[in-house]
């Protein structure tokens, strides 16, 4: 079982940055793809990004690319998304999830369902 505690959300105002932490408990997450993905309230969840196990291929939704960077530190066993030049659209719950079936990027990298680990999620709310 894996157990995920996301941080570093707030309020920021726009063009601001902040940086997302998501640490890993319970057993190691360093083989497996990790992804942020995002929820505006009235809206569906939507991917962000998504880094391989080793750290070297990602990928990003269009909406964020340029903007945010995701990363991770295995030896922490936590993924990173630093957010830069924010705006009010990039407010919404920011969870991380681990697909425990892949240790590389594919098509499916950007569908929620194929991940099997979540945490709570933590709140980002952009000020215009």
């Known amino acids: 079982q894996v157990h995920l505690i996301e941080s570093g959300g707030g309020l920021v105002q726009a063009g601001g940055s902040l940086r997302l932490a998501c640490a890993a408990s319970?057993?190691?997450?360093?083989?497996?793809?990790v992804a942020w993905f995002r929820q505006a309230p009235g809206k569906a969840q939507e991917f962000v990004a998504a880094i391989n196990w080793s750290g070297q291929s990602t990928t990003y939704a269009d909406l964020v690319k340029g903007r945010f960077t995701i990363s991770r530190d295995n030896a922490k066993n936590t993924v990173y998304l630093q957010m830069n030049s924010l705006n009010p659209d990039d407010t919404g719950v920011y969870s991380c999830?681990?697909?425990?079936?892949?240790?590389?990027?594919?098509?499916?990298?950007?569908?929620?369902?194929?991940?099997?680990?979540w945490g709570q999620g933590t709140q980002v709310t952009v000020s215009s």
């Open positions: 999830a681990v697909d425990h079936n892949n240790g590389d990027i594919t098509s499916a990298t950007l569908n929620y369902v194929e991940y099997e680990y």
């Open positions: 319970g057993r190691t997450v360093s083989s497996y793809v």
